[in-house]
């Protein structure tokens, strides 16, 4: 198999910049590639929810329901660099082929300054652990791997690193407040951890 697309190549896909040479690279690719699949259908509901907004703004509903789930009522010390939150399957009837699997599945897209980092949690039937995992886009001048952070109230919870396609993986016990924090030359972005309803729950 060819070798995976990057998150770049996919927003150029779904938003039909490339040559033709390269789209029909890319479409027979994504045809026999279950990951590259996950990595189109984000992208592809982020530029329907975008309309024709080059901006990736959410139209004005997303973005009220999201503020309400994600900002907390107190303040508190999560300041610093906080990446925005531009996407959220949850409230995407689009993304419905998500709903009605097994797993609970919640795909979100941050976006701090340039960069798009991605993160999808899954919650397991049958366990309270959930499954988040992240690809940071690459960029130019990337490191190979970037280190990431897992953290709650009380402090840093487990440590990873990014592989040199940019994505992470850590599964966790789910509790108030997680976000993680990603070291990007020493400045840390910090990107909360959207909570996920389970069955049990
Ligand atoms: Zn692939």
Known sequence: MSKHFTSEDWIDYVRELQTPAQAARMKDHLDQCDECQKSFRLWAAVNSAAAKDLDYTPPGDAVRIARSLFEPAKPQSFGGLVAK?????????????????????????????????????????????????????????????????????????????????????????????????????????????????????
């Open 85 to 201: 939150l531009i996407f959220d399957s949850a409230h995407q009837p689009m993304t419905a082929g998500v709903r009605g699997s097994v797993s609970i599945c919640r795909q979100l897209l941050y976006q701090y300054g340039q960069r798009f980092i991605d993160l999808r949690v899954e919650g397991h039937p049958t366990s309270k652990e959930v499954s988040l995992t992240g690809q940071i886009q690459q960029s130019i001048g990337q490191p190979e791997s970037i280190p990431v952070a897992l953290c709650g109230g009380q402090g840093t919870i487990q440590h990873t690193e990014t592989n040199s396609r940019g994505e992470f993986h850590m599964t966790f016990v789910p509790e108030q407040d997680l976000h993680i924090e990603i070291d990007m030359n020493e400045k840390k972005i910090r990107v909360r951890v959207p909570e996920i309803s389970g069955p049990g729950n």
